[in-house]
């Protein structure tokens, strides 16, 4: 029977090695840890960046259970023109986290989308101009017209 011996110089060098390279990025552990999906994270310092700070009423986030005591609702917006009418993205940080609305006209209707920073909706709300928000029920019109606009702003967004 054999027996095997580790030096004192091989152990301490472990010792101070492999703690080194469980902070790398690289190896079999080394992913960068993403709180958001990556795309979602491009989207918040986008819109971070080059989005305006503007209030929005509260009415139909209000609906989607983004609630700021009755009062507006601050948010980083941005807007651009797609052929089909013109197409909204807000972040909104007013629970501590970062959340995504989109919204856009149809008509008379504005089509309001909450989603998380991974892009998985959360509600949906049709706000007619003269009329009172109210949730989609419709969910294929609702992932539907919310897989549009999402489209929409990947295309849009810088870096793809």
Same mark, same amino acid.
């Given at each position: 029977m054999r027996e095997y011996r580790v030096s004192r110089r091989t152990l @301490? *060098? +472990?010792a101070l090695v492999l703690p @080194? *390279? +469980?902070?790398?990025?690289s190896g079999p552990f080394g992913h960068k840890p993403f709180t958001?999906?990556?795309r979602g994270d491009r989207m918040v310092r986008w819109l971070y960046f080059y989005g305006?700070?503007?209030m929005m009423a509260p009415e139909a986030l209000a609906v989607m259970g983004l609630y700021n005591g009755g009062r507006d609702i601050p948010v980083k917006q941005m807007a651009k023109n797609g052929s089909d009418?013109?197409?909204?993205?807000?972040l909104v940080n007013i629970r501590k986290i970062h959340e995504f609305v989109m919204h856009r006209r149809q008509g008379d209707v504005l089509i309001f989308h909450h989603?998380?920073?991974a892009?998985?909706?959360e509600s949906s709300v049709r706000y007619p101009r003269n009329g009172k928000p109210t949730l989609i029920l419709d969910t294929a019109f609702a992932e539907n017209d919310f897989h549009q606009q999402a489209a929409?702003?990947?295309a849009e967004m810088p870096g793809r």
């Open positions: @301490l *060098g +472990a @080194l *390279g +469980a902070c790398s990025n958001l999906s990556e305006h700070e503007v009418g013109r197409y909204v993205i807000s989603c998380d920073t892009f998985r909706r929409f702003w990947f």
